[in-house]
């Protein structure tokens, strides 16, 4: 119950008022009741608070994305990947906004980083494969699909299917 949640997040950054995780919590509880512009101001407070989380810039990055800033999300997750380039979330979700922002070749150089990262992550290969489909690499497109359906990606057997099969 995130409602709930949220009050219990509330009462206790009443108390703890210099609380980031708590402010950090509330704004995860915040998107799963679609309150966006909330639970961006709780990410920017656990943020003002402690610098060093790398995933309060990646959720906060992940909220604005959701809203259609994409822009301003990339800023975030870029700022997540400089803090911990080892952790593949924030790439996958730089990924996600490059496509929607249909900076096609970004999304594969952000993709390819994040399949140098973790090689048995189907979604760095599916969402790459489209990429490539967009910039009129469908053989290319084909074999990311090939792999990331090899590795359990439902996503990715619908496109290969639709694009590559004969």
């Given at each position: 119950?995130?409602?709930?949640?949220?009050?219990?997040?509330?009462?206790?950054?009443?108390?703890?008022?210099?609380?980031?995780?708590?402010?950090?919590?509330?704004?995860?509880?915040?998107?799963?009741?679609?309150?966006?512009?909330?639970?961006?101001?709780?990410?920017?407070?656990?943020?003002?608070?402690?610098?060093?989380?790398?995933?309060?810039y990646?959720?906060?990055?992940?909220?604005?994305?959701?809203?259609?800033?994409?822009?301003?999300?990339?800023?975030?997750?870029?700022?997540?990947?400089?803090?911990?380039?080892?952790?593949?979330?924030?790439?996958?979700?730089?990924?996600?906004?490059?496509?929607?922002?249909?900076?096609?070749?970004?999304?594969?150089?952000?993709?390819?980083?994040?399949?140098?990262?973790?090689?048995?992550?189907?979604?760095?290969f599916?969402?790459?494969?489209?990429?490539?489909?967009?910039?009129?690499?469908?053989?290319?497109?084909?074999?990311?699909?090939?792999?990331?359906?090899?590795?359990?990606?439902?996503?990715?057997?619908?496109?290969?299917?639709?694009?590559?099969?004969p």
């Amino acid at each position: 119950d995130y409602k709930d949640a949220m009050e219990d997040f509330t009462r206790g950054i009443q108390y703890n008022p210099d609380s980031a995780e708590g402010y950090y919590n509330r704004g995860l509880a915040r998107i799963n009741l679609n309150d966006f512009q909330g639970s961006v101001a709780d990410f920017n407070q656990a943020i003002k608070l402690d610098t060093s989380r790398s995933e309060y810039y990646d959720s906060r990055g992940a909220t604005k994305a959701a809203t259609g800033y994409y822009e301003d999300a990339i800023y975030d997750f870029d700022i997540a990947i400089r803090m911990q380039p080892g952790n593949i979330d924030p790439y996958l979700n730089k990924g996600l906004a490059e496509l929607y922002l249909k900076n096609y070749q970004q999304a594969v150089e952000v993709y390819s980083a994040a399949a140098g990262i973790d090689s048995t992550n189907s979604e760095s290969f599916a969402n790459r494969g489209v990429a490539e489909q967009y910039l009129g690499k469908l053989s290319t497109a084909c074999e990311d699909w090939l792999k990331a359906l090899s590795l359990g990606s439902e996503k990715a057997k619908t496109y290969f299917q639709k694009y590559c099969s004969p």
